[in-house]
């Protein structure tokens, strides 16, 4: 008891205890965010993030070693509500809630343990780590159509002003011989979000005022546009001249890390510029002579071993319940979602052969998509995304159409929501739809998400779905599910909608009976 009491009042332990215990418990979305680093070259740079934030610390020593150690109340209530919404994550698959909540939760976890003095000491070191948490997607994709289509119109136009013939589409760049498509690698987002944590660093160390930062931290969005555009206007120059072999393998990706530095040579310079205007004042270096250390000071009092305790306990249920669903086995198919019927109802068809890679990034642990024609000689193409376990780590969760089609040159005429009575299994589906144009071609287009016993339209529902079932420990499969059938070019909005609400019915009953009788 004696012991125990020692290593209590031992701040080394008790930040040892804490650390490990913070790992396993939100071992998911640490998991996803270091299989994003190793797996998506737009966030590499996150491997560098850690260790910065380990240098800011160090680099903040004095300013630790002499702050207060008293661990605070007020801040439970605050802490509780992010790891209730941090489990809600974990649990619902969704790593854009579960991830960006880890900083946040480990500065909070300092607050409550050791109070808000070594909170303000450290926030800066332990916030900078946002920055190695991968963007959420759909902001991610938001965004990166949004640089891309800019990049890609501002490339055109400097390849025209060298009186090059020179046509732009969407993200395609026609130069009549040779076509380029502006495809995601190169909406410039890899060199962005590297650009501003570089950008926030050189605020911090080299810029005083607080005018002076905010400047240097919002250029680094222009800065890297215009020079991602330069690039794609570089390559289609030489593109025109030389082939489009110049627009791949190395040089597109040395053009790639030369942009990189140019852009924070640029920042350098924009800084240097800066130095011109008031306050001139050099910042002070900040004092870092003290050795002493306030890990193994002792805690001040018996609140703190107990908030020390609540800590442990908060941590110890959360990993409770992330790691129990593990236990659950994914619910496979035999012959997998691949031997989805090519017959059913009135419809006839065939399989496509999809590209795995595109499968994995489209959020399905694996995919089904076939064409299909009724009788009438009408149009169907289905979509089936399959995910065996709710519990997939975080992984990519399904893209949702109305950023996928448009991003594929698709207009959106139309978006909302449809009632469907009649549904078998279900009795009344709500799902999304949407209504599409394309150099004068119409589609209508159905999508909805859904479990073994919860159907919705909205992903973000589906997620919830996904929680509940973790919390009830139910296993369950997540299904996503988009038929698009062509609309004749004489043919009503409405004769559309009344073909695709029979289509939901006939794949609903389909989709069902197919799920049951496959599962292993």
């Known amino acids: 008891m004696e012991m125990f009491t020692r290593l209590l009042s031992d701040n080394r332990f008790k930040i040892t205890v804490l650390s490990l215990l913070f790992i396993a418990a939100y071992w998911v979305p ?33 300013a630790i070693n002499q702050a207060g150690l008293r661990g605070s109340w007020l801040v439970l209530p605050v802490l509780l509500l992010c790891i209730v919404i941090s489990l809600y994550g974990i649990l619902g698959s969704s790593g854009n809630i579960s991830m960006p909540l880890i900083p946040v939760l480990i500065i909070l976890f300092v607050a409550f343990c050791f109070g808000l003095e070594l909170t303000k000491a450290v926030v800066f070191p332990l916030g900078f780590l946002i920055f190695m948490v991968p963007v959420p997607a759909v902001l991610e994709r938001t965004l990166g159509m949004f640089l891309k289509s800019i990049s890609t119109t501002l490339g055109g136009a400097m390849i025209s002003l060298l009186n090059i013939p020179v046509h732009v589409s969407g993200n395609i760049i026609d130069l009549g011989v040779t076509q380029l498509q502006v495809v995601d690698a190169c909406n410039g987002l890899r060199y962005l979000f590297p650009l501003i944590a570089l950008g926030v660093l050189y605020a911090y160390f080299f810029e005083q005022a607080a005018w002076k930062r905010i400047v240097c931290i919002v250029a680094t969005l ?148 076939g064409q299909y024609k009724n ?19 975080n992984e990519n969760f399904f893209h949702s ?9 698709w207009k959106q005429l139309k978006t909302t929501t449809r009632t469907i009575t009649s549904v078998p299994f279900w009795g009344t ?37 996904l929680a509940l079932h973790a919390i009830q420990r139910d296993n369950t499969h997540d299904l996503f599910i988009r038929p698009i059938t062509t609309l004749l070019p004489q043919e009503s909005i409405e004769n ?22 496959s599962s292993i």
């Open 429 to 465: 589906l709500t799902v999304s739809e949407m209504l599409i144009e394309s150099m004068g071609t119409r589609q209508m287009v159905y999508f909805w998400f859904q479990t073994k016993n919860r159907a919705t339209h909205d992903k973000n529902i589906n997620r919830f779905h």
């Open 222 to 369: 222009p800065i890297a546009l215009l020079l991602n555009a330069f690039r794609i206007g570089l390559t289609g120059i030489l593109a025109s001249r030389f082939g489009p072999s110049v627009a791949e393998g190395f040089f597109h990706d040395f053009t790639g890390w030369v942009l990189f530095m140019v852009s924070f040579v640029v920042l350098y310079l924009l800084g240097r510029m800066l130095a011109f205007f008031p306050p001139k004042k050099e910042r002070k270096k900040k004092g870092i002579t003290s050795d002493a250390s306030c890990a193994g000071r002792p805690a001040p009092n018996h609140s703190g071993n107990r908030i020390f305790i609540t800590a442990v306990g908060l941590l110890l249920v959360v990993g409770m319940m992330s790691w129990s669903t593990h236990a659950l086995p994914p619910v496979k198919l035999k012959g997998g979602i691949a031997s989805f019927p090519l017959v059913f109802a009135d419809w006839k068809g065939r399989a496509d052969f999809i590209d795995p890679t595109i499968v994995a990034l489209s959020g399905a642990e694996e995919s089904f998509s």
């Open 496 to 517: 559309g909608e009344k073909r695709m609400d029979q289509v939901v019915r006939d794949l609903a009953s389909t989709v069902q009976l197919f799920v049951v009788k």
């Open 401 to 409: 159409p109305t950023v996928c089609l448009p991003s594929s040159g």
């Open 30 to 62: 640490l998991h996803g965010i270091v299989h994003t680093w190793l797996n998506n070259d737009d966030y590499s740079y996150g491997l560098m993030i850690p260790p910065l934030a380990a240098y800011l610390l160090w680099e903040k020593r004095t």
């Open 375 to 393: 009788s009438k000689d009408e149009p169907l193409s289905i979509y089936l995304g399959y995910r065996s376990t709710a519990f997939l780590e």
